[in-house]
């Protein structure tokens, strides 16, 4: 009977270490949880908004990435420019090697612009990579992000570009709260 005991015990110690050892990879190598903290990212995601981060996988243009942007905090963003990549923003329009490209993201926040300042108001002010960065291309090894809140947010205007080592991951699923929960385009 002793030994049965034994046995038992054993078995659901080997159970909950391996159990502890999965949560620990999915943790360290596949997922992540972070809280958005802050307006930067509005309309598409809401202060307090739970989510989850991948650390699988390339990032992609238009991706929301989780990067530490210092010591302390890690920013989330939208992924603009990949390494390579000449960008300017010409009256509210994205230009990416010269092409224009519509970003349906911002839309809800040019429509909150145009009813507070009436029409000619721009979400996001004209510039080039030249003239704010200094740099022609996006180099390689980073990324330009912007937050969707382009009057609101700390991003590659500001801080410049994000080295492709400092990204936690992508991330496109809310999951909390309950009645917010949805992927984010």
């Known amino acids: 009977m002793k030994n049965l005991l034994n046995n038992e015990n054993y078995e659901w110690l080997k159970s909950v270490m391996f159990a502890i050892a999965a949560v620990l990879v999915i943790r360290l190598f596949i997922f992540v949880p972070i809280i958005v903290d802050g307006e930067s990212m509005k309309s598409s995601l809401d202060n307090g908004d739970r ?101 609101n947010s700390t991003d590659s205007r500001v801080i410049g570009f994000v080295p492709a080592n400092k990204v936690v991951g992508t991330t496109n699923i809310v999951y909390w709260p309950i009645k917010n929960i949805h992927l984010v385009n």
């Open 51 to 151: 989510m989850i981060v991948t650390k699988v996988g390339a990032v992609k243009r238009f991706d929301i990435i989780v990067f530490h942007a210092n010591e302390k905090e890690d920013y989330i963003k939208r992924v603009i420019g990949l390494p390579g990549d000449k960008i300017a923003y010409k009256n509210d329009t994205l230009y990416i090697n010269g092409k224009a490209y519509e970003e349906p993201y911002l839309e809800n926040n040019k429509q909150e612009l145009r009813k507070l300042y009436r029409s000619g108001v721009l979400l996001t002010e004209n510039f080039t990579l030249t003239n704010l960065l200094g740099y022609e291309r996006v180099p390689k090894n980073t990324f330009f992000v912007l937050g969707d809140n382009r009057r």
